[in-house]
């Protein structure tokens, strides 16, 4: 099964509104403008959608910088890619910013996802995360025991995968699963303990999703949310293959991203898709890549690939 489809034409930096785009950002005077106006457009609409952004980010900022030197491996140095500027911060992902603001983006991510609805933003969180757990659901065996959030940020994912799989557990009577977060970014990892308040993560780990020091073969479940979008091909590879040294054989591999294929992705309107690829360096590299094909080769079998809402598709397989 193909995880490929034609990229969105505002993506595609070789042909018609791509081209004009990506001329546009190449401009160094009109960098800076465009990553303000994305940076105030991303609050000013998730205020008014009832998500204290600012408010939240004082308060996530404040509690999170006494752990940030527990929340760090000392030595381990970021790859180049990840020094790229991101999501409208100069420093990518690798500030107290980004971190501090990590959660109310992710909320008003999935309040996008349903713009039509007057839904909460814990709401639409809980209908995306249920959406993607469905996908995955029946290839889970009751021996999950070990499990790995990759890429896992400040926790979103990981805790909603937590509270799953432990519900899950409780009604079959099994134990519970170990849970790991693991993320590149200190700071994320130091607010990810802070949200973590019911301690339903057992590790926040420091380290590179495609060199992660675990040992092979010693997961069951892994899973990998709204990461490779940030990636370069040459990245996702390697996180691919890292994730398939993980895994147990039988072990299951979640992925959750962008479809490619999404109808309000391929008619995002000019501004729009302006803002998004100033903010995402590598989304061209992402929509361009056969997920399917790159699956097969790093040693998956059995792919499902289903849109899980209007905007993202679960890629679920076994190893």
Known sequence: MSGSAPAPQWADSSRGLGRWIERLIGIRLLRRPLFFQARQLIIRTAERNGI??????????????????????????PPAYYQARFHAYE???LCWQAAAEAEQATDAMALRIWPKEALEPLQAQT???????????????????????????????????????NAR??????????????????????VARVRDRDSLISEWRHAAAEH??????????????????????????????????????????????????????????AAVATLLKSTEPYIEDYFGLDMGAALLQAGFRDLRIEACDPRHRV?????
């Not at 409780?170 to 200190?186: A, E, K, T, V, Y």
């Not at 890629?315 to 190893?319: E, K, N, P, T, V």
Request: hydrophobic residues 45%; charged residues 25%.
């Open 52 to 77: 204290p952004w600012r408010k939240r980010r004082s308060e996530l900022w404040e509690a999170a910088a006494p752990l940030l030197a527990e929340s760090r491996t000392e030595g381990l140095v």
């Open 315 to 319: 890629i679920a397989c076994l190893r």
């Open 212 to 269: 992660t020091a675990l040992a092979s073969e010693s997961i069951d479940f892994i899973s990998l949310q709204f990461v490779c979008h940030e990636l370069p091909q040459s990245a996702t590879r390697e996180v691919l293959q890292e994730a398939a040294r993980l895994l147990k054989p039988g072990g299951v591999l979640l992925m959750v991203d962008q479809d490619p294929a999404s109808s309000v992705l391929q008619r995002l309107p």
């Open 127 to 165: 209908r995306l995360r249920d959406a993607i757990h469905a996908v995955v659901e029946t290839l889970l065996s009751d021996s999950t025991r070990e499990v790995l959030d990759l890429g896992c940020s400040v926790g979103v994912s990981t805790q909603a995968l937590a509270r799953w799989l």
């Open 169 to 190: 557990a409780d009604q079959r009577g099994l134990n519970r699963p170990r849970l790991i977060g693991l993320d590149l970014s200190p700071e994320m990892l130091a």
């Open 91 to 93: 420093q990518g992902n």
